[in-house]
């Protein structure tokens, strides 16, 4: 037996359901480099309009994809080769906010070749 009288149930402001937050990240991987900033600007302003915690765009290290071939399609005569090169660019925005905000956030228009990839992640 306690000495104290049973705690009753009242639903407080404790107990009011908070919108939960997850840690979002956006990776953006384009082979053109100015689409890519001005879509990392756009999401970025528009994260920071929301009053949410913003870390990014990081760059990451570009990918250079190489194919070197010969010029002469039979094989004879001097041995010239051509090397041809695609660069793709990355970047990571991660974002602390709840997945409703994110919905919004990312129905900024997006520029021609830039690939989009939302994670969210409990924290």
Partial sequence: MSAYAPKKDVAGPEDVAAPVVHRIRITLTSRNVK??????ADLKTKAQDKKLKVSGPVRMPTKKLRITTRKAPSGEGTNTWDTFEMRIHKRLIDLLAPS????????VSLEPGVEVEVQINDR
Wanted: proline share 0%.
């Fill in 100 to 107: 409703e905000v994110v919905k919004e956030i990312t129905k």
């Fill in 35 to 40: 689409n890519l900033e001005k879509v990392c």
